[in-house]
């Protein structure tokens, strides 16, 4: 039985990642070939980190309680849960009130997550642009602005939000995609290899034509069939910010949230990605400044 629970669970995860990554694209790993000069154990450390608080401190209260609920309708372990989430979520009293405990809670709430999904989202992202960041930036530096973008979204999420509602935010988002605007600010130039559905079933159709007509140069001896599509890094986080820019004013002008997704703590922790020139090693500075390949 524990065997079959894992095959379906796992099956599952990729059931969803299928779903997800059909008709918006996935990025699982960026091309850039001057990186890695060390392994990137400081990434490799965040998301170990990341997934041992939700599998050892949230799952067993979030997937026993379900459990439970279902089977008798006892709510005592999901209580557990939620109690979890506001206890070391990020909310608006901590910082409206001037509570100590705010400073705390600002940093244990970028390790925590909602579900399942909501972490192994967020640890694909921060693989795919976290190494090449951590290789510019340097293992110890790229962690102190890791940590300054997740508490800068969750400050800015708080301040920008005229709500009264105190909800709790939770989720290394912020802190990612201040990562994800540091990289494209580095790596403007980049290319990142994402798994998008559609657009690999698409060019089976433009390569077949290609290899018929002629036309299309490398296209007529390329593979019918690519897992990944590159995609510019521009273009990919110019999508993933700007889906959240609407939102997040909306959230501004009328205080409230759509979807449960803390919309204005990804922009400001993309803003934050500002910050990543004081962090950089001079080399890797010096080189972007001259405009040489990196």
């Known amino acids: 039985m524990g065997f079959a629970t894992l095959l379906i669970f796992l099956l599952a995860i990729l059931y969803e990642l299928f779903i997800g990554a059909f008709f918006l694209p996935l990025p699982v790993s960026d091309t850039g070939t001057v990186r890695y000069r060390t392994l990137p154990y400081m990434t490799i450390l965040l998301i170990i980190i990341n997934s041992l608080v939700f599998i050892i401190f949230q799952a067993p209260a979030l ?49 925590m997550h909602a579900d399942m999904w909501h972490l192994l ?48 935010g939770i989720g290394a988002s912020g802190a990612i995609s201040g990562v994800m605007a540091a990289y494209l600010l580095l790596f403007p130039g980049a290319q990142v290899l994402c ?16 290899k018929i007509f002629g036309f299309g140069g490398e296209l007529r001896t390329a593979p019918v ?55 950089v090693r001079k080399d890797l500075a010096m080189r972007y400044l001259t405009g040489r390949r990196v």
């Open 225 to 279: 069939w690519r897992w990944t599509i590159r995609v510019p890094a521009w273009l990919l986080l110019i999508y993933f910010l700007g889906r959240d820019l609407l939102p997040s004013l909306e959230t501004i002008q009328q205080g409230q949230d759509y979807g449960g997704v803390n919309n204005l703590a990804h922009l400001t922790g993309a803003l934050a990605g500002l910050a990543v020139f004081l962090f």
């Open 121 to 168: 989202g967020n640890m694909i992202f921060l693989w795919t642009f976290g190494r090449r960041l951590e290789d510019a930036c340097g293992a110890w530096r790229y962690l102190l602005f890791y940590i300054l973008a997740g508490m800068v979204a969750n400050l800015g999420s708080v301040v920008l939000n005229p709500s009264p509602v105190d909800l709790p």
């Open 195 to 210: 798994f998008w559905g559609i657009i690999s079933i698409l060019r089976i159709f433009v390569v077949y034509a290609a």
């Open 63 to 111: 997937y026993q309680g379900a459990q439970a609920y279902e089977i008798s309708g006892s709510t005592t372990l999901l209580d557990d849960y939620i109690r979890q989430v506001w206890t070391y979520g990020y909310r608006s009293t901590y910082l409206r009130e001037g509570l100590s405990i705010g400073a705390f809670v600002t940093f244990t709430s970028m390790f």
